[in-house]
């Protein structure tokens, strides 16, 4: 009796040790799984969702200080010859400066007193499956404009066809923005391009332009 009773014992501790390891092993799989896999691709869906709340928010910001469609053509200056050819053209950063500045004030205002962006996200877009990456269940994610942490603007040439160029002047935004997750919480910062104004180029690309120099770019920090 006593020998089959400690058989037992054993066959117990054998039965729990072997369930111990399995939810070790498991736990550490899990773990590895949120890690490598989850964490990043949850990171990197905050950051799309971020820029494009942040978009959203900076086009509501340059079409408040915009009251027509003709004043975004104002922040360029343009100089032409006798014979009405393009000898220049150049964005006017004094007045880009200011907007930057208006644009700059009305997002920290935005962002002050903004709710929360609450996005669903399913299981399988974390884990990287096809099959599930639209499908129930999923996990909800809060991303949090905090501030601008740097705001200024470029300038390039995009050829459209035979003999017609744009000038397109941009406006670039560095924003801290915070996401809330079950399986993480993160602070980083994105960064948003977005068209300010342009200006369309008949003929040739004038011999001389004016490339904008850095320091005169205004830092919004």
């Known amino acids: 009796m ?11 501790k054998v039965v729990l040790l072997s369930l111990f390891l399995i939810i070790i092993s498991c736990a550490s799989w899990a773990a590895w799984v949120v890690r490598t896999t989850v964490e990043p691709n949850m990171e990197d869906i905050g950051k799309m969702r971020a820029r494009v709340l942040v978009t959203r928010m900076v086009t509501k910001a340059i079409n408040d200080q915009f009251q027509q469609e003709t004043d975004a053509e104002k922040l360029i200056i343009r100089k032409t010859n006798d014979k009405g050819e393009l000898e220049m053209i150049q964005a006017d950063t004094k007045a880009i400066n200011l907007l930057i500045t208006e644009i700059s004030k009305e997002l920290q205002e935005e962002y002050a007193n903004m709710d929360e962006e609450i996005t669903k996200v399913p299981i399988g877009s974390l884990l990287d499956s096809k099959v599930l990456s639209q499908t129930w269940p999923c996990v909800r994610m809060k991303v949090i404009p905090l501030s601008v942490s740097g705001m200024d603007f470029k300038t390039e040439f995009e050829t459209q066809g035979i003999n017609q160029t744009k000038y397109k002047v941009y406006i670039t935004l560095k924003s801290e923005v915070k996401m809330l997750a079950p399986f993480s919480a993160k602070t980083f910062r994105t960064s948003n391009t977005i068209l300010l104004a342009e200006a369309v180029i008949i003929g040739n690309v004038p011999q001389s332009y004016v490339q904008v120099p850095k320091e005169d770019i205004l830092d919004v920090t």
């Open 2 to 12: 006593r020998a089959g009773r400690r058989q037992g014992q054993r066959r117990f």
